[in-house]
């Protein structure tokens, strides 16, 4: 008998499971300059030399474990600039974001304090702090051309086993793939890079390196199939996802230079109506719209409490739809709206400004 699939997510303390329903399993896997010497692909097998990339890169691979007042857990990172930056993910150090502790075990054995320099839910990045100077690092390579079949090699601490590496190739990218974030709400990991890399709980917030040792990724979803009851949970499919180094550098740069980074806003709250709960209600799907922010884009649009946005840019009105745009889109990009109001379909143009 075939069995039906939905999407799921696991943050870095195991126990976290959290059901949004599209069509696949996939699990939140919490869990620069140097490091950059030539390595050859192996021409036989059309694989890395994973020992050469290992021995290169995992000097520059931390273990991050976080301490919170209701939560703890841990993840990855990769130390990208050699006076102790790191870059791990948001879900990974969400449990001590306000309070509690996040230390760092370095490659050489050492346990550091780390202090939060910023962070991002919506990109599911974070940039943390040690105080030390002369590390190994990793190259962050956000021009790299990727190419599907790729080899390409993942590194962290699944399951807490620090020091882990496993290789594989780029499955696809430009992937967009819905994510629950830290502190509720959804987020899309936009232009994802899919690997077959073997990736497990533990391993978010790792790089995902190329044969060269050059960071191309932050590793951070995966894939998992749910068992008979429906439940979701387990290892690696072989279908990981990581945030692109395109989205990590600017991420990066903004936090390191603001301790916040910048991102589109509509100026209004939504929740989604689904077409279930539309026919059951005589109303239509897509995102009512709950509270509107005085003077912000949707104010100034038109837009009302009590409105229904059923389109955004000509697609169906979401809150997967909506989390893209707000990914994708730019401050001051101009944004078609289709919405009903009292039984009438309208249209406006919203124009995103930058979320206070």
């Known amino acids: 008998m075939s069995q039906s699939r939905s999407w799921w997510f696991r943050r870095p303390a195991l126990n976290w499971l959290e059901l949004i329903g599209l069509a696949v399993a996939v699990a939140l896997v919490a869990g620069g300059l140097g490091a950059t010497a030539a390595i050859n692909l192996s021409p036989a097998s059309g694989s890395c030399d994973t020992t050469r990339v290992a021995t290169s890169t995992l000097p520059a691979v931390v273990t991050v474990h976080v301490s919170g007042k209701e939560a703890s857990g841990s993840g990855s990172g990769a130390i990208i600039r050699a006076d102790g930056v790191i870059l791990t993910n948001d879900h990974v150090i969400a449990a001590a974001a306000t309070s509690g502790t996040i230390d760092v075990l370095l490659n050489n054995g050492d346990t550091l304090t780390a202090h939060l320099v910023g962070t991002d839910p919506i990109t599911d990045l974070a940039v943390l702090k040690i105080d030390r100077n002369k590390l190994p690092t990793l190259l962050l390579a956000p021009r790299e051309e990727l190419t599907v079949g790729q080899p390409v090699v993942a590194l962290g601490a699944p399951l807490g086993l620090s020091g882990t590496v496993t290789s594989g ?28 890399a073997s ?54 740069d903004e936090l390191l230079a603001n301790g916040r980074a910048t991102h589109p806003w509509i100026g209004a709250q939504t929740a989604q109506i689904t077409q279930d709960t539309a026919d059951r209600f005589a109303t239509v799907a897509g995102l009512f719209v709950q509270e509107v922010a005085g003077g912000g884009p949707a104010a100034t649009a038109g837009l009302q409490v009590g409105d229904v946005i059923t389109g955004i840019d000509d697609q169906a009105a979401t809150s997967v739809s909506l989390a893209w745009l707000l990914v994708s889109a730019k401050v001051g990009d101009e944004v078609a709206v289709d919405y009903s109001r009292d039984g009438t379909s309208r249209r406006t143009t919203l124009t995103l400004a930058e979320q206070p």
């Open 169 to 196: 190739i780029v499955s696809a990218l430009g992937r967009n793939v819905p994510v629950p974030k830290a502190g509720g709400g959804t987020t899309v990991l936009a232009g994802a890079i899919q690997t077959d």
């Open 199 to 252: 990736i497990n709980p533990g391993n978010s917030g790792g790089p995902l390196v190329t044969c060269e040792g050059r960071l191309v990724g932050v590793n951070t979803a995966i894939s998992t199939v749910p068992d008979a009851n429906g439940a979701g949970g387990g290892g690696s499919v072989g279908i990981g996802f990581a945030v692109p180094a395109s989205t990590a550098q600017r991420i990066v």
